[in-house]
């Protein structure tokens, strides 16, 4: 007899093999809007229930039109990241064992694994071992993380337990980021009761890199608690923030100094020395948000937040309740790490990815997508009347075309409607411009030849219309 889920897992491996076949060569964009897909998928809750095979070939059928082609090797929008293969398989058993990953007492397996991914990342990016590390959903929650953790810090260095206290009657803590600093650390000062207007902006230069002068300047006006928030990878250039810099600055101040490194921190796993280099310093820094959806191409959603004052770390995010059984000895509890309770194992996939990899892997990983960054800029550059706004330090790439808003736009908008890839629009400086993000582990020269080719092709066309 075989179990109740081979025949529906047999049916569910079937259709990811079709779409993943179909991956590489699909229309890039998503080819469906919310009124298809309401019409082909809503109905009244049903009544009696659908025969489950029937409900998995619906959602396969309409993952051809409505979902986009986000992990396939032409996509080059935000910053998105594919799968590696064994990611992906690695994150079918996660789901498969349906752990609640939360306390070691459920999942010895998957405590384990994560404390090794954990150890595993701060080898790789050379950040202090004894640092705190949390498995989070993204780069916001791994602000989130990091920031209660600053919160913590910053407050019980000024004699005060936020966790007991709470906000109210605290010392006025004071955030500094500069002006090109990501939604999602304003968003994550918002969850914490900071508030945007705790942010002080400083201004940023030409690259998107916070000029530091500004920063030092501005230090010593703020009284009391301090925290800034540098950026390793800006989400338009790739530029970094100079971040040795920074870090001797905000601890001159006694500033807690968090890195905003998404993407930007795996530079410090490239081969090459440049890469690396723009990432100097960024050891000295107080916590690290980055994610391993984006450049460690793991299947969404998968974040992570490393703190080096674990105490900090874990003041700011442990729970204990009655009827928990938290460990007493060496076995890692992920509540003590993370906000949420009950949680999904994200750091196996990770664990795979790096196991699969190893740090030549990785490296070759970073330094190919940063070669097809500037392979791109080298096609589009070539051709009179397309510019590239801003150095191509990493796997970001800045274009304009016309220098014409107008145009730009409409190149943008034409490279999705074309679908032979897909690159989203953004403002830079006042200027309307393309961005290219490239950041898959299956993105090859052709596939950057091809799209590089196709979006001439729009440019060309509209500019004679
Ligand atoms: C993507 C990104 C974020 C947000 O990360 P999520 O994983 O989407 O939560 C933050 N900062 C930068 C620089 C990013 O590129």
Not at 31 to 38: P, Q, T
Not at 209 to 234: K, W
Not at 282 to 304: C, F, M, Q, R
Not at 350 to 369: F, K, Q, T
Request: glycine share 10%; proline share 3%; net charge negative.
């Amino acid at each position: 007899m075989s179990s109740p889920f081979d025949p529906l897992l047999d049916r569910a491996h079937r259709h990811a093999s079709a779409f993943l076949d179909d991956l590489p060569q699909r229309f890039v964009g998503a080819r469906a809007g919310r009124g298809e897909m309401m019409a082909a998928l809503d109905a009244p809750l049903p009544q009696q229930g659908e025969d489950p095979a029937a409900v998995l070939d619906l959602l396969a059928v309409q993952s051809g039109r409505g979902a986009s082609g986000c992990a396939a090797p032409r996509y080059f929008g935000f910053v998105i990241g594919g799968s590696l293969p064994v990611a992906l398989a690695a994150d079918w058993l996660v789901s498969t064992w349906d752990q609640n990953a939360g306390i070691h007492v459920i999942s010895p397996l998957a405590a384990a694994l994560e404390e090794i991914a954990a150890r595993w990342l701060l080898e790789l990016f050379d950040l202090p071992r004894e640092s705190g590390v949390g498995f989070v959903t993204g780069c916001q929650m791994a602000h989130f993380t990091c920031l209660a953790a600053a919160r913590h810090g910053v407050l019980r260095r000024a004699g005060w337990d936020v966790e007991a206290d709470g906000l109210n009657g605290a010392p006025r803590i004071h955030v500094v980021a500069s002006r090109e600093a990501h939604v999602t650390v304003e968003v994550a000062l918002r969850y914490l009761g900071l508030g945007m207007r705790a942010l002080v902006q400083v201004e940023s230069d030409d690259q998107g890199r916070m000029q530091d002068q500004r920063l030092r300047e501005l230090l010593p006006t703020l009284q009391g608690p301090v925290i800034v928030c540098a950026q390793a990878g800006n989400v338009n250039t790739g530029a970094f923030d100079r971040l040795r810099g920074i870090a001797a600055a905000a601890h001159a101040h006694g500033a807690w100094l968090h890195v905003d490194g998404a993407f930007g921190l795996w530079a410090r796993a490239s081969g090459e020395e440049a890469v690396r280099g723009l990432a100097d310093g960024i050891e000295l820094a107080d916590s690290w948000a980055t994610d391993a959806h984006k450049w460690l191409n793991v299947p969404y959603d998968s974040g992570v937040a490393i703190v080096r004052d674990a105490g900090d770390h874990r003041d700011a995010m442990t729970s204990s309740a009655a009827y928990l059984i938290q460990t007493g000895g060496a076995e890692r509890d992920a509540v003590d790490w993370v906000p949420e309770f009950s949680r999904r194992a994200r750091g196996i996939p990770v664990y795979a990815a790096l196991r699969a990899l190893g740090r030549d892997g990785v490296a070759d990983l970073v330094d190919r997508c940063c070669a097809r960054a500037r392979q791109f800029a080298g096609l589009l550059s070539a051709e009179a009347g397309v510019t590239i706004l801003a150095d191509v330090v990493l796997n970001q790439v800045l274009v304009r075309f016309g220098d014409d808003d107008e145009l730009t736009r409409a190149v943008v908008a034409g490279i999705q409607a074309d679908g032979t890839c897909w690159a989203s629009g953004t403002t830079w400086h006042g200027l309307a411009a393309m961005r290219i993000s490239v950041s898959n582990w299956a993105t090859s020269e052709d596939d950057v030849a091809v799209s590089a080719d196709a979006m001439l092709r729009v440019f060309r066309s509209l500019r004679e219309a």
